[in-house]
């Protein structure tokens, strides 16, 4: 069995009827932090966060970097816990920004880019 087939095994076993897996998004916190993650909802006051990356700027005008969040911690299997009133607000990564998300911490799966080929896109770095 393929690592993510495991990993969406694992999810799954911990799912119960009031949690809900949301999928990858940017979890904006009330600290300003912009958290990349594989999110859950666990239940009206928490949010489960997996496979967290920190959103970074490069010092380049329209470039992005993403970093292990809190690396010097021991995350434990079943993820991060959050309570809600420390998130801002929650949105749907840009398919570049899924991408790199995807290479780093998912499945490897790459998402065709929408509308204009050629045209100006974010470019991430890591």
Do not use: H
């Not at 993650?37 to 010092?59: Q, V, W």
């Amino acid at each position: 069995m393929s690592d993510f087939l495991k990993e969406r095994e694992e999810i799954m076993d911990e799912m119960t009827d009031e949690t809900k897996e949301i999928g990858v998004r940017i979890v904006r916190l009330v600290s300003g932090e912009e958290v990349l993650c594989k999110l859950i909802d666990l239940n009206d006051s928490t949010y489960r966060m997996k496979k967290t990356a920190i959103i970074i700027p490069t010092g380049q005008p329209g470039n992005l970097g993403i970093a292990p969040w809190i690396p010097y911690a021991t995350e434990s299997k079943t993820g991060i816990d959050i309570p809600k009133s420390q998130v801002c607000f929650v949105v749907t990564p840009i398919d570049d920004m899924l991408n790199e998300y995807n290479k780093a911490f998912g499945s490897g799966l790459i998402t065709a880019p929408t509308g204009v080929l050629g045209g100006p896109g974010l470019q991430l770095t890591q």
